[in-house]
T-cell receptor
Framework: SQQGEEDPQALSIQEGENATMNCSYK?????LQWYRQNSGRGLVHLIL?????REKHSGRLRVTLDTSKKSSSLLITASRAADTASYFC??????????FGDGTTLTVKP | DTAVSQTPKYLVTQMGNDKSIKCEQNLGHDTMYWYKQDSKKFLKIMFS???????INETVPNRFSPKSPDKAHLNLHINSLELGDSAVYFC????????????FGDGTRLSIL
């Protein structure tokens, strides 16, 4: 299986609700990144968290990292219809390569 | 003033043909990448170049040959196209190698008939 695996595969919520998606991985990492992909577009970098960090914020985004459990979560607060997209985690290793997970498809209903 | 641009956006061709996809970045980045995204959205790295030198070469058929004429360009040539090559191919760049944030192009959707 892949280095990064997102959970759930799909998530549907109402506008204004919070969305939480998780990423689990298997080997040691240097950092972990989250990306968003809108339909028909390329990935857009959202946030990077280093292996020695536990939490990071950017606007309505909050990312946590638990290296003991080899997992990360992305929380989007007060979601908007424009947040509808696929979200990917990417784990970076000492070899300098980032490996992407399968993604979580988020649908925010207006 | 698109940061990472790839052409063409769509490519429809017959099995057995040879085709190329071009990528250019105007961010001044040193490192560029090619990814393949299948119909289930699984994104797999194919190649990475740093300052025109190949640094990542995943298990990709040798029908795929990347070329980097300078650090702002990374092209992908595919020989003898097969049905399984149908996918969206993304070019990306980052400031340096080593797990840096990557900037992606909008993809080239390749369909093999």
């Amino acid at each position: 299986s892949q280095q990064g695996e997102e959970d759930p595969q799909a998530l549907s919520i109402q506008e204004g609700e919070n969305a939480t998606m998780n990423c689990s991985y298997k080997t040691s990492i240097n950092n972990l990144q989250w990306y968003r992909q809108n339909s028909g577009r390329g990935l857009v970098h959202l946030i990077l968290i280093r292996s020695n960090e536990r939490e990071k914020h950017s606007g309505r985004l909050r990312v946590t990292l638990d290296t003991s459990k080899k997992s990360s979560s992305l929380l989007i607060t007060a979601s908007r219809a424009a947040d509808t997209a696929s979200y990917f985690c990417a784990t970076g290793t000492n070899a300098g390569k980032s490996t992407f997970g399968d993604g979580t498809t988020l649908t925010v209903k207006p | 003033d698109t940061a990472v641009s790839q052409t063409p956006k769509y490519l429809v061709t017959q099995m057995g043909n040879d085709k190329s996809i071009k990528c250019e970045q105007n961010l001044g980045h040193d490192t560029m990448y090619w990814y393949k995204q299948d119909s289930k959205k699984f994104l797999k790295i194919m190649f990475s170049y740093n300052n025109k030198e190949l640094i990542i070469n995943e298990t990709v058929p040798n029908r795929f040959s990347p070329k980097s004429p300078d650090k702002a360009h990374l092209n992908l040539h595919i020989n003898s196209l097969e049905l399984g090559d149908s996918a969206v191919y993304f070019c990306a760049s980052s400031r340096t190698s080593g797990n840096q944030p990557q900037h992606f192009g909008d993809g080239t959707r390749l369909s093999i008939l």
